[in-house]
């Protein structure tokens, strides 16, 4: 195993998180899995997550409850060169209305990818192919919380148009926290049989199920991983990685596969937390850097200036 000239501890708060980018000779960091919501919708999100409710739980009570001004501060401070506005809709009708809000905030803020996202219903492929054209880099789907199968024909054509575009989407597709019938490996690999050149990204790493989403991103070239939560002391209460996929897990970063995500800000925790869990993998300086920034500066075609 490569050891980590980074030392974990450098990342005890926040404030000192710069440091650690810094000491792996980055120019900032790229975050793949961060979320920025209208008004209404994030109130009823943040009070869901601190009521513990039944797609969440157990207790989380929300760290950054701050304004959008400022938590697009926190990241800038963090470091965050990069990242994404991630919203996800739960019932028909909606998607529409947040791609408006979402890609309007990316334009309104540096640094932010323009985001989108989309439901099972007749009208999906049109906004998708609208919000492609108008620029989007990025979309979001969850499986759990939207509660519908990702090979629901209704999304078929809309699959096509990801891979076709190769625009990624961010795919909460594992049963962590709490498992429904269309989450887990079997119905993401299903997806995948029918789109192998869909580019995905999963979220989570695909908690709990984390060996069969290894698979998943081994056997098909365009699908990716990210780190939210993972390795955190409040993941690992419940849902540790395996120690013997270690190896595994450093190959997929060094080949790119591996990208950075935290959850920001509906995190019960620092930011710093999961990049310290980062470092304690010791799987290399080479692998964090790859994870933390050029996997998805080569994705999104970022630049260090």
């Known amino acids: 195993m490569t050891v980590t000239d980074v030392d974990p501890a450098i990342v005890a708060a926040d404030d000192s998180v710069p440091r650690f980018w810094q000491g792996l000779g980055l120019p900032g960091l790229a975050d793949v899995h961060v979320h920025f919501l209208p008004p209404r919708l994030r109130r009823r999100v943040w009070e869901y997550f601190e009521s513990a409710g039944p797609l969440v739980g157990l207790e989380w009570p929300v760290r950054y409850r701050w304004s959008d001004e400022d938590r697009v501060a926190h990241l800038r401070r963090l470091g965050v060169r990069a990242f994404s506005a991630l919203a996800y809709a739960h019932r028909p009708g909606m998607a529409e209305e947040l791609n408006r809000w979402t890609l309007d905030f990316a334009r309104a803020t540096g640094g932010c990818l323009p985001s989108a996202t989309f439901f099972p219903e007749p009208s999906a492929p049109r906004y998708v192919a609208e919000a492609i054209d108008g620029g989007t880099r990025v979309f979001k789907v969850h499986l759990q919380v939207g509660g519908f199968a990702p090979t629901d024909p209704a999304l078929d054509e809309v699959w096509g148009l990801l891979a076709d575009a190769g625009v990624p989407v961010v795919a909460h597709a594992g049963h962590a926290p709490v498992g429904t019938a269309h989450t887990g490996p079997d119905p993401f690999a299903a997806l995948l049989a029918r789109h192998p050149r869909l580019p995905?990204?999963?979220?989570?790493?695909?908690?709990?199920?984390?060996?069969?989403?290894?698979?998943?991103?081994e056997r098909y070239e365009r699908v990716r991983l990210d780190?939210?939560?993972?390795?955190?002391?409040?993941?690992?209460?419940?849902?540790?990685?395996?120690?013997?996929?270690?190896?595994?897990?450093?190959?997929?970063?060094?080949?790119?596969?591996v990208l950075l995500g935290s959850d920001f800000p509906?995190?019960?925790?620092?930011?710093?937390?999961?990049?310290?869990?980062?470092?304690?993998?010791?799987?290399?300086?080479?692998?964090?850097?790859?994870?933390?920034?050029?996997?998805?500066?080569?994705?999104?075609?970022?630049?260090?200036?």
């Open 200 to 217: 995905a990204i999963v979220a989570h790493l695909g908690a709990p199920d984390y060996p069969a989403f290894l698979d998943l991103a």
């Open 227 to 257: 780190t939210t939560m993972a390795f955190t002391p409040f993941f690992d209460q419940f849902m540790p990685f395996p120690a013997d996929e270690s190896p595994r897990l450093r190959e997929l970063g060094l080949a790119g596969k």
């Open 266 to 305: 509906n995190i019960p925790y620092p930011y710093a937390d999961q990049l310290a869990g980062l470092a304690r993998l010791d799987l290399g300086d080479d692998w964090l850097r790859a994870v933390c920034w050029q996997s998805a500066a080569d994705l999104f075609d970022l630049s260090a200036d």
